[in-house]
């Protein structure tokens, strides 16, 4: 399993960037996938989180409203859409996967509920 993000950079305030992640090694319908992130100083926190496309897709409320996660599985890819950014959005951005073995049922999106992760992306708003 392989995991590649890009696409992060520099932004102002009120500004957007598209995250995207190359997956190989698995295919969406046997994994969960999940975006992540990690300020300085503070823990890595579950972003947006599905567990399969027959499941609802989990956002953190600091997220919600403002960033959109979606995939094309024809060609192996992750996106995470993220609009009107803040300087608190700040932060290394990874993407991640794990076996559904794993989660048995439910979405989960916690740093311990995942097994793969790319390299991460560093975005950082100004304000």
């Known amino acids: 399993v392989q995991l590649v993000e890009s696409g992060g950079g520099l932004v102002q305030a009120g500004g957007s960037l598209r995250l995207s992640c190359e997956a190989s090694?698995?295919?969406?319908?046997?994994?969960?996938v999940g975006w992540f992130r990690q300020a300085p100083g503070k823990e890595r926190e579950g972003v947006s989180c599905i567990r399969s496309a027959h499941d609802r897709t989990y956002y953190a409320d600091s997220v919600k409203g403002r960033f959109t996660a979606s995939s094309d599985n024809a060609k192996n890819m992750l996106y995470l859409q993220m609009n009107n950014l803040q300087p608190e959005d700040t932060a290394v951005y990874y993407c991640a996967a794990t076996s559904l073995a794993t989660i048995p049922t439910g979405v989960r999106c916690g740093r311990n509920d995942y097994d793969y992760w790319g390299q991460g992306a560093q975005v950082t708003v100004s304000s």
């Open positions: 090694g698995f295919t969406f319908d046997d994994y969960a």
